[in-house]
């Protein structure tokens, strides 16, 4: 496994000169941190598996904040994914999540943070997974790393060529609509890897609590892209 502490020094050095992931700044006062942990009461009396619902009680946290943007989610453990079948195991769930995700109005253009170019992408089509998702390979003073875009529109994946470049601020995608998005509530999952893993247009974004200690290491904090003041 890649010890990633060099590149961390490396993203650290330079925070605050990426490109943003989207028009709005992710440290404005609209902007607020969403808890989707079993703390969360609103979340035990809803019905997840109604997305529709689902959207419902997102913009209710929301609006509670005064906030039109919620974010958060980097390694939390989340009582939501019981809505899905898609990350229930037969010994133990996975419910930790590896990225950040930022609960924002469909259809918003979407960003590549850091130039590199498309590692791959494709349409994880299943209820409650990723829906269309794309994964970006940049390059660091000599270190690899990648950022995977998931819960997308279809037409984001339109044009896309694996090796195509992409600068940094270049638009890569829009916010998906459920239930393409892999029937979401609309928000874009950001995910930061040192490593694929030999994997191709998908990666775990949830995880057991047994792995937490691996993917530690493989999935950085997305917030040394994203450099907003609501997340640590």
Sequence with gaps: MKN?????QALQSRVGTFAPIMDHDLSAPDVTPLD??????????SNLRDTAEFEQLVQQMLQEKNAT???GGYFENRDIYRRSEHFSGEEESRNIHLGVDIWAPVHIPLYATVAGKVHSFQDNNNFGDYGPTIILEHELEGHTFYTLYGHLSRGSLQGK???QEVKAGEQVATMGPYPENGDWP??????????MLGKSGDFPGVCAPSEVAYYRNICLNPNLLL??????
Excluded: A, E
């Design 227 to 232: 450099n907003s003041k609501h997340l640590q």
């Design 4 to 8: 990633p502490s060099l590149l961390i």
């Design 161 to 163: 060529v694996v090796g």
């Design 69 to 71: 943007v919620g974010v």
């Design 186 to 195: 609309p928000h874009v999952h950001f995910q930061l890897m040192t490593d």
């Design 36 to 45: 989707f942990t079993s703390s969360n009461q609103l979340l035990l009396s």
